[in-house]
């Protein structure tokens, strides 16, 4: 870590949390939002070499029409077959972590949100200083997993059971939001954890 640089809050939480919802509103708030999210799909966007090594170990089955990857179809496959996940995590979270440093120390701001979704997966380190888990009961997890993507019952519960549980995940959290009401719930407890972190990034200093 570099001397003096910007508190970080890592934001994760479950498939259909609402991590996305939440990460939207501290950014509202006027806070750099890097979410490892849309990192992961730079780092195998069509020419770049995880994009290539992806199509070596998997086979043409996995790309769209236009040469981008099938996500779906990848997804598909990994979930299946947790070998086939930790090869794809090996390829993937090293390039993703590099350019999230990158994209963190250009972004500055007095605290930032990087939302990594698996990060009670891959285990807390020092990419972020505070943990912020976004929490709700599985049933309803799945109810949205099932609304959004047309999952069956079946599909959903499978993606949950591949990732962290409700209760390793909220074994990290220094703070919790919990998202099983409304979106003006969800606002109120965002404004309290923003001024929390202000305060906190204020009275800092990291290195």
């Not at 003096?4 to 809050?9: D, E, H, S, T």
Request: overall charge neutral; aromatic content about 2%.
């Amino acid at each position: 870590m570099t001397a003096a640089r910007v508190l970080r809050i890592g934001l994760t939480g479950g498939i259909a949390s609402g991590k996305s919802t939440v990460a939207n509103l501290f950014a509202a708030l006027g806070v750099p939002l890097i979410d490892t999210d849309v990192l992961a799909r730079e780092v195998v966007a069509p020419g770049t070499a995880g994009l290539r090594a992806i199509v070596e170990h998997f086979d043409a089955s996995v790309l769209n029409s236009d040469g981008s990857l099938d996500r779906a179809a990848l997804r598909a496959r990994v979930f299946a077959d947790p070998q086939e996940r930790r090869w794809l995590e090996a390829l993937t979270h090293p390039a993703i972590r590099a350019l999230m440093e990158m994209r963190a120390a250009a972004a500055g701001g007095p605290y930032q949100i990087i939302a990594i979704p698996l990060l009670a997966e891959t285990g807390r380190d020092d990419r972020v200083d505070r943990v912020l888990v976004v929490d709700c009961d599985p049933a309803l997890q799945i109810a949205r997993l099932q609304a959004r993507d047309g999952s069956t019952l079946q599909e959903a519960s499978r993606i949950l059971a591949a990732q962290a549980s409700r209760e390793q995940r909220l074994a990290i959290a220094d703070d919790v939001i919990t998202n099983d009401g409304g979106i003006a719930r969800l606002r109120d407890q965002v404004e309290v954890l923003h001024r929390r972190y202000l305060a906190l990034a204020a009275s800092t200093t990291l290195s």
